[in-house]
């Protein structure tokens, strides 16, 4: 079958990692299905809007959704829609609960008479709760607030499904993302930005540590779950590099590449109560059932974001 006849799926197809996965998808001729609100700003894929099918349906009107999803018969699905947490906020707590939990839920009830050959959820890092070592999928998880509480309550749904149903439905639980088009309020674009525009860069400790995955890479690491899926039914695999970096370590990097003279302000932001100064992923698990690693380092990731910025 070729790609132009596989029906791909995606929620959340115009966020920050969504509009890059669906971006690869076009290139790569696949019929690229997005489900969207009617209020999504669809600013990130404005360029390719003629090339995917918006559907407006909400993950909440299950009625609907089943209907949609009976006509569609989508190849595999990509769950990227969440009510997501930036800069220490989350959405109200019903919104977290809706989409991340019950939308997700009705969504995969939804398919449970199509044959599809993949369904990505996106899990995220917070699943694990704060840990002091590089955590391994098999560790405890012991989140400490809502918006990680309901990924992990999704991740195990999908799980469970999976192995009862026998549905390929994985998840990648996501480290510190970044790249080009990334949301206003997370960590690198604040650094990258404020350096380029000489305002001072107000940051926590910079011994803190997170794992940062380039969005290309994780792109990389989606596509390659497109045949993956079936031979890893109901697994849950970490999607980072693998390496801490301290943020002193970042935010050296971005001065020396753009040369900036902004002030650093270090322990202006605190570290949040269900935050830990490391944040490491153990990839052995994903590198050993996946045709995949990271290939940017990070000093070539943030030179793709700094030129974005740039524009």
């Known amino acids: 079958m070729s ?4 029906k791909i799926l995606v929620t959340g197809g115009a966020g920050f990692i969504g509009s890059h996965l669906v971006e690869r998808l076009v290139s790569e001729g ?14 990130r894929i404005e360029h390719i ?26 190849y595999g699905v990509f769950h990227l829609a969440a009510s997501n947490i930036a800069s220490g906020v989350t959405a109200g707590d019903e919104d977290v609960l809706n ?14 008479d199509i044959d599809y050959n993949f369904f990505v959820n996106t899990g995220s890092f917070m699943e694990y709760g704060p840990k002091q070592y590089p955590v391994k999928e098999s560790d405890l998880c012991e989140p400490t607030e809502l918006y990680s509480i309901s990924k992990l309550s999704a991740t195990l749904y999908g799980q469970a499904v999976a192995k009862t149903s026998n549905k390929p439905i994985i998840t990648f639980r996501l ?9 206003k309020g997370r960590l690198v674009y604040e650094v990258v930005k404020r350096a380029l525009d000489g305002r001072d860069i107000e940051i926590t400790n910079k011994d803190v540590s997170r794992d940062f995955i380039y969005v290309g ?9 497109i045949d993956s899926a079936k031979n890893n039914k109901g697994g849950i695999f970490n999607a980072g590099s693998g390496k ?23 322990g202006e932001r605190p570290l949040l109560d269900y935050d830990s100064k490391l944040w490491q992923a153990d990839m052995e698990n994903t590198f050993k059932n996946f045709n995949w690693k990271p ?3 990070l000093e070539a990731g943030l030179k793709e974001v700094i030129n974005y910025l740039k524009k």
């Open 3 to 6: 790609n132009s006849n596989k």
């Open 217 to 225: 890479d994780l792109v990389d690491l989606y596509m390659s779950a």
């Open 244 to 266: 801490a970096v301290q943020l002193g370590e970042l935010v050296k990097i971005v001065m020396n590449l753009t040369g900036s003279k902004s002030n650093i302000n270090w």
């Open 30 to 43: 696949y019929d690229v299905n997005i489900l969207i609100k009617e209020t999504t700003d669809t600013w």
């Open 49 to 74: 809007l003629d090339k995917v099918n918006l559907h407006y349906v909400s993950l909440l009107d299950k009625n609907s959704l089943e209907s949609f999803v009976n006509k569609l018969k989508p």
């Open 175 to 183: 480290f510190t993302p970044y790249g080009p088009k990334i949301q």
């Open 99 to 112: 989409t991340n939990i019950l939308g997700f839920k009705n969504l995969v009830d939804s398919l449970k």
């Open 295 to 297: 290939k940017y380092s």
